[in-house]
């Protein structure tokens, strides 16, 4: 059996029981995984990470298997709530405790509000951007109730914009994944260069 073309790590940005987030970032996940890709989902639901404390938080139990299925990943699909415009805690929480292991990946950005999640999804490419990842040119964003319900995508439209992603997720994931590689392993003088002495 052939290795997988590409490595996702889905994120749960909501330690909600009942989360949305939580539907569909399982939803995107299965088509990924019927595309062929390797996705390890990350729940903090069901693995707490303690708050980021830069003197503790390398040294804390659980942390280096964590840090090795960030570094596994070639894309990072970050699934949160808008909590009052902007990003969950949670989310956030799990962004401070990595960067040099985002640089060069493919972020893709899901977002459960009922404003459209513009602040949140471009408080997130800030994040890809000052950690030298890479985003999708566009979020999906949905609304509790309307699109999602009772662990169910309720929205024709939501759905077909979710394919959209996971088509876009597998094919551009794939070209970067494939261009972070090489750049890890020659000579040439890309932003990458700045972590190939950490690689190995």
């Known amino acids: 059996m052939s290795e997988p073309s590409l490595n996702v790590l889905a994120v749960v940005g ?7 987030t939580r ?9 990924l995984k019927a ?11 069901k693995e707490p990470l303690a708050l980021y404390n830069p003197d503790t938080a390398h ?15 070639d894309v990072i699909v970050l699934g949160t709530p808008d909590y009052h415009g902007g990003i969950s805690g949670t989310t956030k929480n799990f962004l401070d405790h990595f960067w040099r292991e985002f ?13 459209k999640g513009l602040t949140v999804t471009d408080q997130l490419r800030t994040v890809a951007r000052q950690c030298y990842a890479w985003t999708l040119p ?10 999602v319900k009772d ?5 024709e439209p939501f759905k077909r914009r979710l394919e959209m992603m996971v088509r876009d997720v597998r094919v551009y994931g794939e070209l970067l994944g494939r261009q972070r590689r090489a750049d890890l ?13 950490n690689v190995g």
């Not at 909501?14 to 949305?20: E, G, N």
């Not at 595309?35 to 639901?45: A, I, P, T």
Request: glycine share 8%; aromatic share 8%; with cysteine.
């Open 14 to 20: 909501s330690l909600h029981r009942d989360s949305v």
């Open 59 to 73: 040294d804390l139990p659980g942390y280096v298997e964590l840090q090795a299925r960030v570094e596994r990943a």
């Open 35 to 45: 595309e062929g890709c390797s996705v390890d989902v990350l729940d903090f639901e």
């Open 185 to 197: 392993q020659c000579n040439d003088p890309g932003f990458m260069a700045h972590h190939r002495e």
């Open 151 to 155: 662990g169910q995508i309720l929205s």
């Open 103 to 115: 640089a060069g990946k493919l972020f893709a950005t899901i977002v459960a509000s009922h404003e």
């Open 23 to 31: 539907t569909v970032v399982h939803h995107v996940a299965q088509k």
């Open 138 to 147: 566009y979020g999906a964003s949905f609304i509790e109730d309307i699109d």
